[in-house]
């Protein structure tokens, strides 16, 4: 699962990359994908939407069993 997961984050990956940022799969677990945002995004005041708007509801549409995407 964790190959799937990291397969479409690396589509999305070039439009953060675009704006200074990135994101980096840590793990799942229960339907829960865990991701570090980091550069540009790890600081920005928007990072929860782009998160939650973004690549959570992006990855729930490609991957149906994944229930939410949290960062740490």
Same mark, same amino acid.
């Given at each position: 699962?964790?190959? $799937?997961?990291?397969?479409?984050?690396?589509?999305?990956?070039? &439009?953060?990359?675009?704006? @200074?940022?990135?994101?980096? %799969?840590?793990?799942?677990?229960?339907g829960?994908?865990?991701?570090r945002? $980091?550069?540009?995004?790890?600081?920005?005041?928007?990072?929860? &939407?782009?998160?939650?708007? @973004?690549?959570e509801?992006? %990855?729930?549409?490609?991957?149906?069993?994944?229930?939410?995407?949290?960062?740490?």
């Amino acid at each position: 699962m964790k190959e $799937k997961i990291q397969e479409k984050i690396n589509k999305i990956r070039p &439009m953060l990359q675009a704006d @200074g940022g990135d994101v980096e %799969l840590v793990d799942y677990k229960d339907g829960v994908v865990t991701v570090r945002l $980091k550069g540009a995004c790890a600081g920005c005041p928007m990072s929860q &939407m782009t998160l939650k708007n @973004g690549i959570e509801r992006f %990855l729930k549409q490609e991957i149906p069993e994944i229930k939410s995407v949290e960062s740490v």
